[in-house]
Every structure is written in structure tokens, then in C-alpha cells.
């Protein structure tokens, strides 16, 4: 059911359940912000480590428990084109259970070779190297405005394939999208799945507040297109884009207003992606999270903290 007539409130009230359950990313090598993150982080809130190809395991599984001693709760990122065979792949998760990890994030990577014989996600979710363990969620990656190098269509099968395994095997499954800067791509995608037959949770993927030459490096090489225009818009000049710091709000409050009018969207959670912005994010989102945030007239959002 669509509701087309919004008032603040509602919009508040949807801005407010979205950030309610919010997670961010750091890399092993942002592991000693762990403490200063955790004392603006609620306890046990998720925490995506990301996972490249030029960092050894063991650095990650260290990242890991340092942010099980924190107090938070690591989400592992697994790149399977990085993982020589399935043998490896059920080593490595099992190591991550033996360390109390139980929530994992299994995207492809943006690796040109496949380190070995899997070259996509859907190998290792067929398999039984999920199945024979305890997982208390699963990501899965989405992309709103399309992941470069694959097939529209290729893309749109992959979410009715994953949807599928959720139900066969009982896979605790979410997709996590790439990060946008527009918030329309996101509602039409999501939608457009929807109508396709996705039934899997949606967690919106937006950057954090990192300066906007960063993220327009960053967009350009996830393949990001329609966005891209928004953000030069909002940054303005090249000298504009080298000293501002960005803000998601207007982004993250489109998003918000469309959950709000839509009663069966799927969006039911958000995501950060900091850029190097550990900190300034996690106390950005926390804001939102709490409800220290005003909407005004003109349906935008503005943080205590801003």
C-alpha cells in the first residue's frame, strides 16, 4: 500500500526505524579506531570488516575479535573470487565460527582473476559450506544502478536464484547494496526487485562523511553512474570537492520518504561505508539512530551533530 500524503512525522518515524539497526565497514588496518568507535556505537551494534585480497586471513580474524572485545559485532566480508576452492572456503568459515563470528557478508570482489576454481557467490551458497553451520545472517550484495563488467539481466537472476536458495536451504539471507547518492535509483531497484520476486531484506548501502573528491574516486571505480551527477551537484567545484565533507541526509531522507509512503518496501535497514571516516560517521549515524534529528517543511534531515 502507497501512502502519497506524508507528514514530518511519518518521515521521522521511518528515518528513525532505518537507522535504528544501521552497521558500518572498517578495514583491518582502521582496527585501532575499534575503541573510539565502540564508545560512540550502542553495544553489540554490527560492524562490517572488509576483507582484500592483499591482506592476509589471519589480520582480518585479528580485526574480528578485537571487535568482539569491544563490544560490537563483527560482520565479516568474504570475497570468493579471492578463495582457491570450496575446501578453503569451509576452512576459512569455519575458523570465523571457532572465533564467535556468526554473521558474514559473501560478495564476489572486484578481483580481475579468480584466485582459483569459484568465481561467484552463487557456488558457495549451493554448496554445504553454509548449510552445516550456525549463521546468524548472511549478506549478499545488490546494486541499484548495476555492477560493471555484468549483464543487467545476469545481475536480476542472481537475486531470484539467492531468493531461492533462502527458501530451500533456510538461509539466513540479506542483501546489503553497493552505496548511492541518489536516493531513486535505490526505490526503483528495490521495487523493481520486489516485483520480480525478492523477499530478502534490503540494507541500503550510503557513504559516509568523507570528503566528496573521495567518493567521486570511489564511485567511478564501482561503476557508479546516475549518482555521480547528484553528488558533483551538491559538492560544486573542483576546490568545493577537495574541502567539503559530505553528508548522506538528503540521499538517506529520500529513502526514508519512500519507505514511509510504501508500507512494502524491503528497505529495512542502512549501511555505511565511511571512506577512511570511521568516527565522524559512526557519531553521525548514532544521531539518526537515536532520533537527535529534525525534518523539516521541506522533508530534509538535519542531525544534532551536523
Known amino acids: 500500500m502507497v501512502n502519497d500524503e506524508l507528514g514530518a512525522d511519518e518521515v521521522r518515524a ?57 563490544g560490537l559485532r563483527p560482520v565479516v566480508h568474504i570475497a570468493v573470487r579471492g578463495v582457491r576452492d570450496l575446501d578453503e572456503m569451509d576452512r576459512m568459515l569455519g575458523e570465523l565460527v571457532d572465533r564467535g563470528v556468526t554473521d558474514i557478508l559473501l560478495i564476489a570482489g572486484s578481483i580481475s ?57 533456510g538461509l539466513p539471507l540479506h542483501i546489503v547494496t553497493q552505496f548511492c547518492f541518489a536516493a531513486e535509483p535505490i526505490i526503483e531497484w528495490e521495487r523493481r526487485m520486489r516485483e520480480n520476486g525478492n523477499k530478502l531484506p534490503v540494507h541500503v548501502g550510503f557513504p559516509g562523511l568523507t ?51 510504501d508500507e512494502e518496501s524491503l528497505i529495512s535497514a542502512v549501511h555505511f561505508f565511511p571512506f577512511g571516516a570511521v568516527v565522524p560517521t559512526a557519531t553521525w549515524a548514532t544521531a539518526l539512530s537515536d532520533g537527535r534529528f529534525d525534518v523539516g517543511n521541506d522533508g530534509r534531515i538535519v542531525t544534532e551533530v551536523d
Open 14 to 70: 521511518a528515518a528513525r526505524r532505518l537507522a535504528g539497526g544501521f552497521s558500518l565497514e572498517v578495514t583491518p588496518r582502521e582496527a585501532g579506531k575499534l575503541p573510539e568507535v565502540a564508545d560512540v556505537l550502542a553495544p553489540g551494534a554490527p560492524v562490517y570488516i572488509t576483507y582484500l585480497g592483499n591482506v592476509p586471513f589471519e589480520r582480518v580474524l585479528g580485526a574480528a575479535e578485537g571487535t568482539r572485545r569491544v
Open 113 to 169: 582473476s579468480p584466485a582459483g576454481s569459484i568465481d561467484n557467490t552463487m557456488q558457495v551458497l549451493e554448496s554445504n559450506c553454509l548449510q552445516r553451520r550456525e549463521f546468524a545472517s548472511i549478506g549478499v550484495a545488490g546494486h541499484p544502478e548495476g555492477n560493471p563488467g555484468v549483464d543487467p539481466g545476469t545481475v536480476d537472476d542472481a537475486i531470484a536464484r539467492k531468493n531461492k536458495i533462502a527458501d530451500e536451504f
Open 211 to 261: 570528503s566528496p573528491a573521495k567518493l567521486l574516486k570511489f564511485g567511478l571505480s564501482c561503476g557508479i553512474g546516475p549518482s555521480l551527477a547528484v553528488l558533483r551537484k551538491q559538492s560544486g567545484g573542483v576546490f568545493k570537492l577537495a574541502t567539503q565533507v559530505y553528508r548522506p541526509a538528503d540521499t538517506f531522507a529520500g529513502v526514508a520518504r519512500a519507505v514511509a509512503r
